[in-house]
């Protein structure tokens, strides 16, 4: 099994950056896809950035310019920047790897972290 935690959420200023970390332990990520994935009260779940076990990158249109997702499979570790935070931000983020062979579907999720864009 994969496991992955988040750390690096909090409060924030509008205009402020936060970079959100997601560590994962029990299998090299080094094949796998990485996405962040946020959730506001009584909204869906939506796909914030994912990365390519390529390091092919893909962003909401929302954040376009203002976060970048980032992978270092030497520390088994994915990050999140995010520029110029602004309240509609606010939620909670999710980690998630994605893997798939021709059999199933691999897919973990964190157990999230909060951020809150706030003055």
């Known amino acids: 099994q994969v496991q992955l935690v988040e750390s690096g959420g909090g409060l924030v200023q509008p205009g402020g950056s936060l970079r959100l970390s997601c560590a994962a332990s029990g299998s090299d990520l080094s094949a796998y896809a990485m996405g962040w994935y946020r959730q506001a009260p009584g909204k869906q779940r939506d796909m914030v950035a994912t990365i390519t076990s390529g390091n092919s990158t893909y962003y909401a249109d929302s954040v376009k310019g203002r976060f970048t997702i980032s992978r270092d499979d030497a520390k088994n570790t994915v990050y999140l920047q995010m520029n110029s935070l602004k309240a509609e931000d606010t939620a909670v983020y999710y980690c998630?790897?994605?893997?798939?062979?021709?059999?199933?579907?691999?897919?973990?999720w964190g157990q999230g972290t909060q951020v809150t864009v706030s003055s």
């Open positions: 998630n790897a994605l893997y798939m062979d021709l059999w199933r579907k691999y897919d973990y």
